[in-house]
């Protein structure tokens, strides 16, 4: 029961790169969700997405695209990453069956240091 | 727009002592509250929810938490701490929509660190 899983678990990167996060998730759950956990600012919402090719953004989207061309997977693209983006960043899924019932459970995260 | 604090940044509780981490809630409409827990290089894990009914949840590992509408708090409890209940606690609000309904996006707390002294 793999459950969700994300790669790489460490990542290092420079200025200016474009780094993918990816997240795997095998409960066939319709949502998926990227956050970032920063010190003093808990873990704020980037991207989320309510099944395959419906996204939508969060809290702090900004420097930040993600594709879901399959139920499954949840990419997460930096498409130029900046320093002010080394984070840890964690996915989530839920079922999404019943808006007050339904639970978030997440991966492992990917810690990204951006040089 | 709705929130949660935990207005503690670090709690501490020798072993054997009962715990509580403390959270307070706002919310434009009914208020459904998450606790979640970090362990060092792991993600949250799940502990409880309350959606409505007993304002006494229990969860997972002998925790549980208490709902108080008047005190708008979400307090999360546990009678006796064990060193291994050291973490970091996150407690966690649904968001609304603009019609005042709920959506499947959580609004996290800034966390809590427990450190369970032996």
């Known amino acids: 029961d793999a459950g969700i899983t994300q790669s790489p678990r460490y990542k290092i990167t420079e200025t200016g790169r474009q780094v993918t996060l990816m997240c795997h998730q095998t409960w066939s759950h319709s949502y998926m969700f990227w956050y970032r956990q920063d010190l003093g600012h808990g873990l704020r919402l980037i991207y989320y997405s309510a099944a395959a090719d419906i996204t939508d953004k969060g809290e702090v989207p900004d420097g930040y695209v993600v594709s879901r061309s399959k139920t499954e997977n949840f990419p997460l693209t930096l498409e130029s990453a900046t320093r002010s983006q080394t984070s840890v960043y964690f996915c989530a899924s839920s079922e999404g069956l019943a808006v007050p019932m339904d639970t978030q459970y997440f991966g492992p995260g990917t810690r990204l240091t951006v040089l | 727009a709705q929130s949660v604090a935990q207005p503690e940044d670090q709690v501490n509780v020798a072993e054997g002592n009962p715990l509580t981490v403390k959270c307070t809630y706002s919310?434009?409409?009914?208020?459904?509250l998450f606790w979640y827990v970090q362990y060092p290089n792991r993600g949250l894990q799940f502990l409880l929810k309350y959606i409505t009914g007993d304002n006494l949840v229990k969860g997972s590992y002998g925790f549980e938490a208490e709902f108080n509408k008047s005190q708008t708090s979400f307090h999360l409890k546990k009678p006796s701490a064990l060193v291994s209940d050291s973490a970091l606690y996150f407690c966690a609000v649904r968001d609304g929509d603009y019609y005042g309904g709920a959506t499947n996006k959580l609004i996290f707390g800034t966390g809590t660190l427990l450190a369970v002294q032996p």
């Open positions: 919310v434009s409409g009914n208020p459904y």
